[in-house]
């Protein structure tokens, strides 16, 4: 099951996700309570929780309660095995949103705050949790340039993090400033700095700054001034590029991430081996811009695929998020979800709802914070493989010397190339191929007579763009 807004009910969202946060700090002072009159508990707020390593948190206890009120008392669930959450039945207002677990007999937590409007799924909630003895604290004041406070005031601390997915997400945690301008994060996780802070508001220019180094107890002070924007536009977004990865679902499992806690590391290395138009857009897209997950609340099959929507935007200074458009062919685009992030410039989506063989199109659309709306970009599609299937050697079998090692595959409907990747220990950062072949046209590759030992193999089907990749699961056989 998927959850998203409809085509009317983003539309009435978008400008309300500018305007929220003053309005609702003017409606109930700082605390909660209702925006435009209409108090009405249908709201909904769906995130992710995902540790330092990027990956998600399941069995997390998270809760959500107005902002200035205690965090006892609020609704409580339990992230599923993603790491997704979905909390319903809120009223209009901010809420914090906090994470807790225990591993191990160690502490983790971690907290966001989030814009609640009338009628409205808020996605991307993302928390970011880490060892209560492993945070620290930023805070400081939003003013005017004569010094006068702004309430209402979303300020993004973006944090890189390295997601089971395989790409390197930037993950907004948001405060809200009060009647003082003031913000606080209280639960920044110190292993992952440095943190970039975007301050924005409807009617002013975003304004930015940068914590460099934050140690464990410690409280860094930023100060942030806007200035007027002077009704300004956005430019549409251009280059906007779509791509597939079809995964097992098992990456995303708890025993998997357990065990193996940079595995996804591994697929993204092949993905971008087999991908390098992939791997030359994600070092121009995750290293500078930010990345923002939408995630879902439901159950994967035997695969999970991921759409990366990359995009360009001249000019950050006066945009205050991006509209998502989709369709599934030969279907209208429509609002699919919107990015409340400045820097934005790739949207990571993994939705169980789609299919291989199916062409999916995407469109961004820039809004600015004089709410201001862009013309949709241009389209891209991306059309995601089915899962890459390891048909030789099997789960666990033994291959008794001098037989070679051959290894066979499931053609992939809309492949034109494979990939073949052998490890002697299991694949994770820092395993290098023992054997490996790319750019293969058949579906068995002999990687001959092989040391005795234990080895474990990947296959991967690419189609003809190079962009839409399939990676299959990791197969572990034996050498005597």
């Known amino acids: 099951m998927q959850y998203r807004l409809s085509t009317a009910g983003l539309r009435k969202l978008l400008p309300a996700l500018i305007l929220a946060t003053s309005v609702a700090l003017a409606g109930c002072g700082g605390g909660g309570g209702s925006d435009n009159g209409d108090n009405t508990n249908d709201n909904t707020i769906i995130g992710k929780i995902v540790g330092t390593d990027g990956f998600g948190v399941p069995g997390a206890t998270v809760t959500a309660v107005f902002t200035g009120n205690s965090t006892a008392g609020g609704p409580l ?17 901010i809420y914090t949103v906090s994470a807790f677990t225990t591993v191990g007999g160690v502490n983790y937590t971690g907290s966001t705050q989030a814009v609640v409007t009338s009628h409205s ?11 209560t003895n492993a945070q620290g604290i930023i805070q400081g004041y939003v003013t005017t340039g004569s010094g006068n406070p702004i309430p209402g005031v979303r300020v993004l601390a973006s944090v890189n993090v390295e997601p089971a997915q395989g790409t390197n997400a930037t993950s907004d ?15 920044v996780p110190t292993a992952t700095v440095p943190y970039t802070l975007t301050a924005t508001a409807l009617g002013f220019v975003n304004a930015t700054t940068t914590v460099t180094t934050l140690t464990n107890g410690q409280t860094q002070a930023r100060n942030l001034v806007l200035t007027g924007s ?3 536009t956005v430019p549409t ?19 998997v991430i357990q065990a193996h806690a940079s595995i996804g590391s591994v697929y993204d290395k092949i993905r971008k081996i087999m991908s390098p138009k992939y791997a030359q857009l994600a070092a121009s897209h995750h290293l500078v811009h930010g990345t923002k997950v939408s995630p879902h609340l439901g159950g994967f099959g035997a695969y999970a695929i991921e759409a990366d929507v990359f995009f360009d935007e001249s000019n950050i200074t006066n945009v205050s998020g991006y509209q998502i458009s989709r369709s599934e062919d030969p279907q209208p685009l429509q609002a699919y979800d919107f990015l409340q992030d400045p820097q934005a410039s790739l949207y ?14 995407f469109a961004v659309t820039a809004v600015s914070v004089d709410n201001n709306s862009s013309s949709r ?10 899962l890459e299937v390891v048909t030789s050697p099997f789960q666990n079998q033994t291959i008794h010397n001098p037989n070679p090692v051959t290894v066979s595959w499931q ?13 002697n220990e299991y694949p994770s950062v820092g395993a290098t191929p023992v054997a490996s072949a790319t750019q293969l046209t058949t579906t068995s590759f002999n990687a001959g007579t092989l040391p005795a030992g234990n080895y474990w193999v990947l296959v991967s089907a690419a189609d003809d763009s190079s962009i839409d990749v399939s990676i299959s699961q990791i197969i572990q056989f034996q050498v005597q």
């Open 377 to 386: 970009s241009a389209a891209a599609a991306f059309d995601p493989l089915d």
């Open 411 to 423: 053609a992939v409907n809309g492949a034109t190339q494979y990939g073949v990747f052998i490890y």
């Open 121 to 131: 799924i808020i996605s991307n909630a993302i928390i970011e949790m880490a060892p």
């Open 173 to 187: 945690l948001l405060a809200v400033t009060d009647h003082n301008g003031f913000y606080k994060f209280p639960n």
């Open 230 to 232: 002077g009704n300004t």
């Open 77 to 93: 669930v339990t992230t599923v095995t993603d790491g997704g959450y979905r909390i319903r039945g809120l009223f209009p207002g």
């Open 237 to 255: 977004p251009t280059n906007v590029l779509a791509a597939a990865l079809t995964q097992p679902s098992s990456v995303l499992t708890p025993s």
């Open 348 to 361: 990571v989506d993994l939705d169980p709802s789609y299919v291989p063989n199916t062409q999916y199109d």
